[in-house]
C-alpha cells in the first residue's frame, strides 16, 4: 500500500449532486490535510485535522463538509458545488503538525462540475 | 502574512543542462523551507527540506540551500534528465497570523528535452 491513498481519482458530477471524497493514509501520522489545487493558482489549504480534531478551516464554503472518523481516514463530502470548485483535490498527511515536518500527498481526485 | 514567490515556467532545457529554479520567501520568525515535486497525474512528493539558515537539503542530485540574507532557497541540478520534467514547488512552514501554515509558491514547470 502506498502511504496516502485517495478514491475516487475522478469524479464527474453534477450542481445538485453529492458525492465524497476518501483519503487513507498508511504512515501511521496524526495530523491529515486537504488542499485544493486549481490551474495557475498556488495550492489552497482548506482544512487541517490533529488528532481527529479540526483545527484549521480557511474560509472553506460550507458546501465543502470535511470528516475525520479516525487517524487514518478523512473525507471530504460534497454538496450543491460551483463550476468553479472544478479542480484537483489533495489529501496529506503528517506526523504532528509541527513546522519541520514534511507532509505526504496522495496523488489526488480530479473533480469536474458539470 | 507568509508568501513564496518563485519564477514562472515553463523552464525549458536540453538533457543534461544546470537547472535553477528561484524561490524568494517573506516570513515572519524561522520558517522551514521545502521543495516538493509533482510527476503529471501525481501528488506532491516531498524533494528537499533545510530547517535553518545556512542548511543545504539535497536528494537525487538536486540541492537547495536556505539563505536567510536573501530570503531565497534556489533549487539546482548539475545535469537534468528527461525524467525530471515536473512541476516543482517551493514551500515554507511558518507561523503565520497564530496558526502553524504550509505555505507554497504556485509551481514551476520544468519540461527537459532529449
Known amino acids: 500500500e502506498t502511504g496516502v491513498t485517495q478514491t475516487p481519482r475522478h469524479l464527474v458530477m453534477g450542481m445538485t449532486n453529492k458525492k465524497s471524497l476518501k483519503c487513507e493514509q498508511h504512515?501511521?501520522?496524526?495530523?491529515m490535510y486537504w488542499y485544493k489545487q486549481s490551474a495557475k493558482k498556488p495550492l489552497e489549504l482548506m482544512f487541517v485535522?490533529?488528532?481527529?480534531?479540526?483545527?484549521e478551516n480557511n474560509s472553506v464554503p460550507s458546501r465543502f463538509s470535511p470528516e475525520c472518523p479516525n487517524s487514518s481516514h478523512l473525507f471530504l463530502h460534497l454538496h450543491t458545488l460551483q463550476p468553479e470548485d472544478s479542480a484537483l483535490y489533495l489529501c496529506?498527511?503528517?506526523?504532528?503538525?509541527?513546522?519541520?515536518?514534511?507532509?505526504?500527498f496522495g496523488d489526488g481526485t480530479r473533480l469536474s462540475i458539470l | 502574512g507568509n508568501s513564496v514567490t518563485q519564477m514562472e515556467g515553463p523552464v525549458t532545457l536540453s538533457e543534461e543542462a544546470f537547472l535553477t529554479i528561484n524561490c524568494t520567501y517573506t516570513?515572519?520568525?524561522?520558517?522551514?523551507l521545502f521543495w516538493y515535486v509533482q510527476y503529471p497525474g501525481e501528488g506532491l512528493q516531498l524533494l528537499l527540506k533545510?530547517?535553518?539558515?545556512?542548511d543545504k537539503g539535497s536528494n537525487k542530485g538536486f540541492e537547495a540551500t536556505y539563505r536567510k540574507e536573501t530570503t531565497s532557497f534556489h533549487l539546482e541540478k548539475g545535469s537534468v534528465q528527461v525524467s525530471d520534467s515536473a512541476v516543482y514547488f517551493c514551500?515554507?512552514?511558518?507561523?503565520?497570523?497564530?496558526?502553524?501554515?504550509?505555505?507554497f509558491g504556485s509551481g514551476t514547470r520544468l519540461q527537459v528535452q532529449p
Open positions: 533545510a530547517t535553518k539558515a545556512d
Open positions: 496529506a498527511s503528517s506526523q504532528g503538525t509541527g513546522l519541520n515536518q514534511p507532509q505526504h
Open positions: 514551500a515554507l512552514s511558518a507561523l503565520d497570523t497564530g496558526r502553524r501554515a504550509l505555505t
Open positions: 485535522y490533529s488528532l481527529e480534531e479540526r483545527v
Open positions: 504512515l501511521g501520522h496524526n495530523a
Open positions: 516570513a515572519t520568525g524561522y520558517p522551514s
